[in-house]
């Protein structure tokens, strides 16, 4: 127990005997400053582009499906072409609509002769009865014939409408300019109304790219909808899903007429030119929308950034030390971001060095120097 009464004071004493030379020790002074690289903080203005999430669809996109029943006798495209307003694209069995149709126009015939003949019988009876010749009913009975006659070719007028009506359906013919896509059907297979769907249709030229923007953009993009953008205007690009620059810009077209409560956001609709058909419905892509809000910007190097737990700081140099300041940002350019707040122009910021800094660090603008030689 002694013993270790003992040990326990030595190591005691030891420890202050080493505090006491190291604190009288007259060549250990404060920390060196730490080397950085600086520049001025200057105003600018900025020209830099917002980027939003963007699907490429088609303005015009319809469902290709029969309006008769049959099977299918002539397909007129190939899968994936180009196809105008008006052109053939599929057929459908038209013999039993071609001889309904022939059966219509006789029966509607025959009617048309019936009522010619009941016609006669009407005139024919009328002037006898002005001469008091035959007895009233059978006029009357004349009269009734001629009005069931004019029904009978009423009906089967409509029937002839109807039956043509079917014929015409037979063929299917291409409601607007655009790209098919591939057939869902072959040659000989049966096809029915409501069911079948044959093919799709969509327009190709000019697309539609639809974004969705927070309710905060809905003046901007408003002002953008009521000024209209030129022809040669960039403030509208799209970058590719191979971030190549679309080479064509495009105008805002409509904002949707209310937002989402849940996400406090609303679709807006462009179109873009598209004559050589690089874009095509569903790719995903982003717009760039240029900030073409005017005045003077701050910008300083992205890499002078300095992060701790959601908050932005900057060291600043002042007499040959660091001082931490809360800045809040803006866009990012590149290598450069915009600061809004906590800076002044011709402030003096550390960009080289930061990760070794603390706040009222000493610091040596440039590289280090090289020790002296004895």
């Known amino acids: 127990m002694r013993k270790s009464v003992q040990m326990i004071g030595i190591i005691y004493s030891t420890a202050?005997?080493?505090v006491s030379c190291s604190a009288k020790n007259p060549n250990q002074g404060p920390p060196p400053p730490v080397p950085v690289n600086v520049v001025p903080v200057q105003e600018g203005s900025a020209v830099y582009f917002d980027?939003?999430?963007?699907t490429v669809t088609p303005l015009n996109q319809v469902d290709v499906?029969?309006?008769v029943t049959g099977y299918i006798t002539g397909i007129y495209f190939k899968d994936g072409q180009h196809v105008n307003k008006g052109d053939k694209l599929y057929s459908i069995d038209q013999q039993q609509y071609e001889g309904s149709y022939q059966q219509a126009v006789a029966n509607?015939?025959?009617?048309?002769?019936?009522?010619?003949?009941?016609?006669?019988?009407?005139?024919?009876?009328t002037d006898l009865s002005k001469q008091d010749a035959i007895a009233r009913?059978?006029?009357?009975?004349?009269?009734?014939?001629?009005?069931?006659?004019?029904?009978?070719?009423e009906a089967a007028r409509a029937n002839v409408s109807s039956v043509q009506t079917s014929l015409k359906y037979s063929v299917i013919y291409a409601p607007f300019s655009g790209t098919i896509g591939i057939s869902q059907v072959k040659l000989g297979?049966?096809?029915s109304p409501g069911q079948t769907l044959l093919n799709v249709i969509s327009s190709d030229d000019p697309m539609a790219v639809d974004i969705s923007i927070d309710q905060v953009e809905i003046p901007r993009f408003t002002l953008f909808l009521r000024n209209g953008t030129r022809v040669k205007d960039s403030v509208f690009t799209l970058l590719l899903p191979?971030?190549?620059?679309?080479s064509m810009p495009g105008q805002v077209y409509f904002l949707d007429r209310t937002v989402d409560p849940q996400t406090g956001t609303?679709?807006?609709?462009?179109v873009f030119p598209n004559p050589k058909n690089i874009l095509k419905p569903g790719i995903t892509t982003n717009l760039r929308v240029r900030n073409n809000s005017g005045g003077t910007s701050m910008l300083i190097p992205y890499k002078s950034i300095v992060e701790q737990l959601g908050e932005y700081f900057v060291y600043v140099v002042n007499n040959g030390k660091a001082f931490q300041h809360k800045v809040i940002l803006g866009t990012r350019i590149n290598e450069k971001i915009i600061v809004k707040s906590g800076l002044n122009p011709g402030d003096t910021i550390v960009t080289d060095g930061v990760q070794k800094l603390r706040d009222s660090s000493a610091v040596q603008v440039g590289p280090p120097k090289a020790p002296a030689s004895k």
């Open 108 to 125: 509607l015939n025959v009617a048309k002769a019936n009522l010619a003949r009941a016609q006669k019988d009407a005139d024919r009876y």
């Open 242 to 246: 191979d971030r190549s620059l679309y």
């Open 137 to 153: 009913q059978t006029l009357d009975h004349a009269l009734a014939d001629l009005d069931a006659a004019k029904m009978q070719v």
């Open 65 to 67: 499906r029969p309006e």
């Open 189 to 191: 297979a049966a096809v």
């Open 51 to 54: 980027e939003f999430p963007a």
């Open 266 to 270: 609303i679709k807006v609709r462009l």
């Open 16 to 18: 202050l005997l080493l």
